[in-house]
């Protein structure tokens, strides 16, 4: 029995930034202390807190390290371990609170959150199958095989008022409703774990923290339509997360809670994974598994649906990661629990994976309903440098633009798709005044046309088409016909487009439109960028009379365009420096050098 | 797995390790004293008995084993504290661990103070 437990975060982040090499520092010096059978060394999945990584949290007193350094790893085990000091200054800062220290647990980062699909990360050893099982893991699976029948398990789920959390929402009792209604002699069970959003990494944080829940949940799921092979199509560039599920199945196999005759009640269930090769359209359900099937990855048309026709022509059903983390509880705690959850249309948590000018970059999950204003403010922490809120993106290159007027709106499926952005897979982008709307606008859509798979030309020449529009206008060479003539371009993409990555890929440049025309027409009319990022349309300048003549930007500058002058200003002792607009490449380096604010840029 | 009991066996044994990562804040703090002094006096043998006691009764959710620094009395050492939630802190001094399942089980369990091995009782 170990007196203490402390856990190092092996989730993507931290381990980026070294953590395993902490957890080998800690084994390591705890051998040398004879500590190693007191103390518990478990790398776990992500913790959410991914800017202050890397992680380490010490039980039973729940201290939370944050930034940890390998040099530090002695320390700890010295004063900590050995003598049971905490290491003050090592600890997350909003942890201590007038020298005493509370709780993870009450912090704003973490006080505001509930956690469902994410309880396990950053709590068990994602790569020990007992963690999980005492944690409650596979009491669903037991209770579904041994006391529900099939029937009863669907219905739970539609009480449930579960949504899929893969974006679209489509409410997933329904779906397993379809697919068990079809008769056939073999069903498929899948699980979406290719995540592609640029900014997005829920799921692949569940299936690194907590891999087994994916793997009883889709073993429900059989049971519940009748099926008895399952597929993880997972993304290769998550190696750890294929790793660690590859553990889980292995051990599942062991103890016999995959294969034959689970629970000795005559209930077969096997899961393969099969790894995408990173394309974004692979994401989308029926080229997902034409992937599967080893062809090329093309969406087709539906119907027929894959409940009724899908992986290798059979019935199946598809489902995300985080659906998947959620239904375990759900049999366990009933489908009222989960209904008392979130608003009247989306019920439970949603994770978010927070991004871009935030304070507390990482993970986090919350009831449905919570305003973007708590997640943004309270729980991310709000934004760097005293910066102004613009935008939030959410839902990746298929979503759309949240502008600061509806911060307070209830974040649900369909109130966001009101406003003209939608759920998504949870990627949260914010954006501050330094933002550009039409760089933002352009940047998903470059994405979008690399990653049209280029089978219906709506997509593949459409999305073409918008992107060198977008792209003239940043550089000054739109006018105003182009912006009607884009916005009828994404209407007719919306409409014509064969599968999810078109009939969604407008969406950046129609909420932008919508909400940031302004900065549109100042690019078009006025040829110039309000939060200077476009290139092309910036010019840098020094101001002379505020100009002290250090000469600083002139040695930074790169290419030699800033010289001296031979005006002096009043007041000043040396003569002002100017840039030759001609030579400048709008690095930016004057900017960054001078100490008297002189250099602008506009 | 053949059976629920064979899942819920292994669920048994591996709980008490899940349930020292959850913080509890009505759980029974055993505070032992682990500076220079109660190294020396030997408290180390004396926090892994706890650690053991209690796990062996199943109680790793409703109390905590922690180490503290010197609280002075090193003549006394290996010094432990106990404090149950809406009790009296009790200092337990020189505990050896062939002490600690009598004050588990007494104090922690039954709620009943050992008396004897108390700092009252020091004459």
Known sequence: MYRSNVLVCGGTGCTSSHSLLIAEKLKEELKAKGLDKEVNVITTGCFGLCALGPIMVVYPEGSFYSMVKVEDVPEIVEEHLNKGRIVTRLLYQETVENDTIKSLNKTAFYEKQHRVALRNCGVIDPEK?????????????????????????????????????????????????????????????????????????????????????????????????????????????????????????????????????????????????RLGAGAFVCGEETAL????????????????????????????????????????????????????????????????????????????????????????????????????????????????????????????????????????????????????????????????????????????????????????????????????????????????????????????????LRYFKDEYIAHVVDHKCPAGVCKDLLEFRIEKDKCFGCGMCAKKCPVGAITVTDYTAPGKKKPAYEIDTTKCIKCGACIATCKFNAVFKG | MKSLAELQAIRDRARAQIELRQENPNAAKVLVGMATCGIAAGARPVLNAFTEEIAKRGLTKDVTVTQTGCIGICQYEPVVEVEVPGQEKVTYVKVAPEMVPRIVNDHLVNHNVVTEYTIGAIK
């Open chain 1, 129 to 273: 199958i007992d963690d999980y099982i005492a944690n409650d893991g596979y009491a669903a699976l037991g209770k579904v095989l041994t006391e529900m029948t099939p029937e009863q398990v669907i219905q739970t789920m539609l009480d449930s008022g579960l949504r899929g959390r893969g974006g679209a929402g489509f409410p997933t009792g329904l779906k397993w409703k379809f697919a068990a209604g079809n008769d056939a002699d073999q069903k498929y069970v899948c699980c979406n774990a290719d995540e592609g959003d640029p900014g997005a990494f829920m799921d692949r944080s569940v299936l690194e923290g907590d891999p087994h829940v994916v793997l009883e949940a889709m073993a429900i799921a059989g049971y519940a339509i009748g099926a008895s092979q399952g597929y993880i199509y997972v993304r290769a560039e998550y190696p750890i997360a294929v790793k660690r599920l590859q553990i889980a199945i292995d051990q599942a196999h062991e103890y016999g809670l995959l294969g034959e005759d689970i629970f000795g009640t005559g209930f077969n269930f096997d899961i393969k994974l």
């Open chain 1, 289 to 512: 598994m034409t992937s599967i099937e080893g062809k090329r990855g093309e969406p087709r048309p539906r119907p027929p649906f894959p409940a009724v026709k899908g992986l290798y022509r059979k019935p199946t059903i598809l489902n995300n990661v985080e659906t998947y983390a959620n239904i375990p509880q759900i049999i366990l705690k009933g489908a009222d629990w989960f209904a008392s959850m979130g608003t009247e249309k989306s019920k439970g948590t949603k994770v978010f994976a927070l991004g871009g000018k935030i304070n507390h970059t990482g993970l986090v999950e919350v009831p449905m309903g919570t305003t973007l204003r708590t997640i943004v403010e309270e729980i991310g922490g709000g934004i760097p440098n005293g910066k102004k809120f613009k935008a939030a993106q959410t839902g990746g290159p298929s979503g759309g633009c949240i502008p600061a007027e509806h911060l307070d709106v209830p974040i649900d499926y369909d109130n966001l798709i009101a406003i003209g952005s939608m759920m998504g897979s949870g990627g949260l982008i914010v954006m501050d005044e330094d933002n550009c709307m039409v760089d933002i606008a352009k940047f998903f859509l470059e994405f979008t046309v690399d990653e049209s798979c280029g089978k219906c030309t709506p997509c593949r020449i459409g999305t073409k088409r918008l992107l060198e529009m977008l792209d003239k206008i940043t550089k000054g060479q739109g006018t105003m016909e182009m912006l009607d003539e884009m916005e009828d371009l994404c209407n007719y993409i919306k409409a014509n487009s064969l599968c999810g990555l078109g009939q969604t890929a407008p969406n950046p440049v129609l909420s932008t």
